[in-house]
């Protein structure tokens, strides 16, 4: 298994990149790449081109996967199947850099679901019946059957629930308590509380 944290969105509306937002100690990235490493695992960088030369000066040049120019998508999906492509046989962890309030605990607890069986392709939380696609475990067979739909045109929706949709996955509802490591910064008004 590897671990893959995706930093390659926009962040428009943060008005810079999320992944090199500063922590007490670190950065997003940085967390969440040491959240994942605590499950004894690899952990690779998610980035789009124009952040890799960039994340390549903070962060070990062999750990960033760029996106792959050969699929024609956008959003976490263009991070996780870029990741596919260049860890073929590996399982992936995913884990959002903005959701700086994850903690490794929960991870962990979504790892346990996976060792305890092969049965799905995929593992992820709901939060009020509705999935949490960022914070996953997406196995290398469903995710092959992910790029041959997208390879016959039928994926016809590109998005990582839609992803989920047609995968044989493992849906496991979070706890109230669980609630708060769930949440998505995407603008300097989420970080104030506004």
Known sequence: MTGI????GQSTRMGSDKGLLP???????????????????PVSLSVNERQY????????ETAIIPDN???????????VLSAHLQHPLQN??????????METSVLRDLYNHYLQTNAYNAFV???DEEPEPLCGIYCARGLAIILDMYKTDALTRHSMK???????????????????????????ADLNGE
């Open 125 to 127: 939380f709901t939060n």
């Open 162 to 188: 839609f992803m989920l949709e047609n995968l044989n996955t493992r849906y496991i509802a979070i706890t109230k308590e669980q609630k708060k490591h769930f949440k998505n910064f995407n603008a300097h």
């Open 23 to 41: 922590t007490d100690d670190s950065t997003w990235a940085k967390a969440a790449i040491n959240k994942l490493a605590a499950l004894q695992i």
């Open 92 to 101: 992936l962890f995913v884990l959002a850099c903005d959701m700086p309030l």
């Open 53 to 60: 030369y960039i994340y390549a000066a903070a962060f070990s």
């Open 69 to 79: 120019d050969s699929l024609v998508l956008h959003g976490p999906l263009l991070g």
């Open 5 to 8: 944290v995706l930093c390659g």
